[in-house]
């Protein structure tokens, strides 16, 4: 993680102007919704809750956890220094006023709307919500892999609903994470049980 965070704030600083403008028909159909800023921040417990979870109890999935949101960062990171990008939908100012409203305003001024696709919110969701119901520990464990996906959706509809995203975004994350899933969780994938040494190994290096 010590070359993504500073990958990316280095982004946030200098994408601020010059970007290419992401935006779809379908963005201007979206409403605001500032309750989805509920799920959007409860992103962060679902994706660190999974990481710690797996780290302690289950170090196979833990491994493939971990290549899944690193790849899928890493390309996020590439595209937006290859291609900076940004977009103009967030609302000038807010026909209510509450909590929820106040949380948006305070997201608005610590994230820029740039670097956005593919969407690591709806990206790295869609890899825990793989993990969890892949994982055997929770194979009859059917609330909460529900609930899962029910977070998983919310949030993947929150980053549209709070204008944080475009459409665009949205769907390259879940094209990324098609894509991921075929690598890391089918049976032609990726063989983590053959390999563990060197996965940790890739993993600690990451």
């Excluded at 993680?1 to 994408?15: G, K, Q, T």
Aim: overall charge neutral.
């Amino acid at each position: 993680m010590c070359i993504y965070f500073p990958w990316f704030n280095y982004l946030e600083r200098h994408v601020t102007t010059r970007f290419h403008v992401i935006h779809t028909a379908m963005d201007d159909k979206i409403p605001f919704l500032e309750i989805f800023i509920v799920p959007y921040y409860l992103w962060f417990l679902y994706v660190a809750g999974a990481v710690m979870y797996f780290l302690f109890k289950n170090k196979e999935e833990y491994y493939r956890l971990c290549i899944f949101l690193f790849v899928g960062m890493t390309v996020f990171l590439i595209a937006s220094t290859v291609y900076p990008n940004g977009h103009y939908l967030r609302p000038g100012s807010f026909e209510r006023d509450n909590i929820f409203t106040a949380m948006v305003a305070h997201l608005y001024q610590i994230d820029t709307p740039t670097n956005l696709f593919p969407s690591i919110h709806v990206y790295n969701s869609i890899g825990v919500n793989f993990a969890l119901w892949h994982c055997e520990n929770f194979k009859k464990n059917k609330a909460l892999r529900f609930g899962s996906s029910i977070l998983m959706v919310s949030i993947i509809l929150s980053t549209m609903f709070l204008k944080q995203h475009s459409v665009f975004d949205v769907i390259t994350g879940i094209a990324c994470a098609a894509c991921m899933y075929t690598l890391v969780y089918t049976k032609n994938g990726l063989r983590v049980g053959d390999s563990q040494t060197s996965l940790e190994e890739w993993v600690r290096h990451v």
